[in-house]
């Protein structure tokens, strides 16, 4: 195997742990509406809070791409890195709704300059018909941050409060700015032609509506938990990020080798039942059955989302993953901010039940996208060069 032909290199190396210490910060704020309830705000404000996380990274999402190719992938991540802390230290010092806002608004910024830019770091140098499997193992470690995160909170919660839970994501981000700026340069493909073009508009719909499941969870799991008798939500994070992990360590090459369509939509569907179950949670086990049943359908069909769009880009990678992840945060934005009230006046399962008929429908569109559109190109790509 050439040296372009490899797939594990230090380049990949470096921008996966910039992308597990960047995914750290706002990890360890999962527990976060744990906090704010006790301190008295109902879930419409924690919606409010939560999602100005998801607010702020969509916002930017559309820009990182170009920024990318404007500055370097390396120095988009690095800055990503430092909004994200300085983020965490706004909330540590926050004592009004606003103030909490404003701090997962920052770290929403960082991190949306953090996961686009490594993502498109990886579309741009992923070998010839390895983009799903390359785009899948680059998000291992930001699977595990998920997994991760919330149980660092939970032990410097019980051990020394809030405050270092805080000030813990503060670090995280700093160092994972350092990481970053070790990445080497990589050649720019703004302008190659060398795939099919055309939006992926049925693709990038379900990838909207797949996100709305991934925001009921991520904003609501940490409140939904206690009230339905399940004291600790930690074994979902961990079942989740063991399942989603196994699936990119060993089925990476699923939707390289079946093709697209067939690997995402049956996920999708997957997705689409689990979530009737968080609406029927009511034992610790429950949540164990439920993660890893949702990280093994989320490990196959983000990234082979993400694969899809990028593949319909005519060569415009690095904007293609930027429009991809701005799909997934529209969905976990509108999740945030919509199914909020809906938890207020009917309760948490009902918008369970919301977010599963949305999965049911990502999969619909996605086995309604045009076939040639999802079938993975063999495209020369050029190795990182210089550092940026």
């Known amino acids: 195997m050439t040296e372009r032909e490899k797939l594990v290199t230090p380049a990949l190396a470096l921008v996966s742990l910039t992308l597990f210490l960047g995914a750290q910060v706002p990890n360890v704020f999962v527990l976060s509406p744990r906090f704010l309830s006790d301190r008295g705000y109902h879930e419409d404000e924690i919606g409010v809070v939560m ?22 992938h390396a120095r988009v991540m690095a800055a990503g890195c430092v909004i994200a802390a300085a983020g965490a230290v706004r909330f540590a010092f926050a004592d009004e709704t606003v103030g909490f806002a404003t701090g997962r608004a920052l770290q929403g910024l960082g991190f949306a300059n953090i996961l686009v830019g490594a993502a498109a770091y990886v579309a741009e140098t992923a070998p010839p018909g390895r983009l799903g499997e390359a785009l899948g193992l680059a998000g291992v470690l930001t699977l595990a941050a998920q997994a991760v995160g919330p149980v660092i909170a939970a032990v410097l919660h019980d051990l020394s409060g809030w405050t270092a ?59 939904h938990g206690p009230r339905a008798g399940v004291e600790h939500v930690t074994p979902f994070f961990v079942a989740y990020v063991i399942a989603a992990i196994s699936v990119r360590l060993f089925l990476g090459t699923l939707s390289d080798r079946i093709g697209r369509r067939a690997a995402a939509a049956p996920a999708l569907c997957g997705h689409a039942v689990i979530l009737i179950g968080m609406a029927l949670l009511g034992e610790t086990w429950h ?89 993975p190109e063999a495209w020369p790509t050029a190795p990182p060069t210089s550092r940026s």
């Open 165 to 223: 839970v805080w000030w813990f994501g503060a670090a995280a981000g700093v160092v994972g700015a350092g990481v970053a700026l070790a990445l080497p340069a990589v050649a720019r493909h703004e302008l190659a032609d060398d795939g099919p073009r055309g939006p992926a508009v049925m693709t990038l719909a379900a990838t909207v509506l797949a996100g709305v499941g991934f925001g009921a969870i991520w904003t609501f799991l940490a409140d």
């Open 287 to 375: 949540l164990v059955v439920i993660g890893l049943v949702y990280g093994f359908c989320h490990g196959v069909y983000y990234p082979t989302l993400q694969a899809m769009v990028v593949e319909r880009s005519g060569g415009r990678r690095s904007r293609a993953v930027a429009a991809a992840t701005f799909a997934f945060g529209a969905g976990v934005t509108g999740a945030a901010f919509a199914l909020g009230p809906v938890a207020h006046h009917f309760g948490y399962p009902a918008i369970y039940a919301v977010a599963s008929g949305c999965g049911a429908l990502a999969a619909v569109l996605v086995w309604s996208e045009r076939e040639n559109a999802t079938r």
């Open 51 to 72: 999602g100005a996380f998801n607010l702020a990274s969509l916002a930017v999402s559309p820009a990182v791409g170009w920024l990318c190719l404007r500055f370097g």
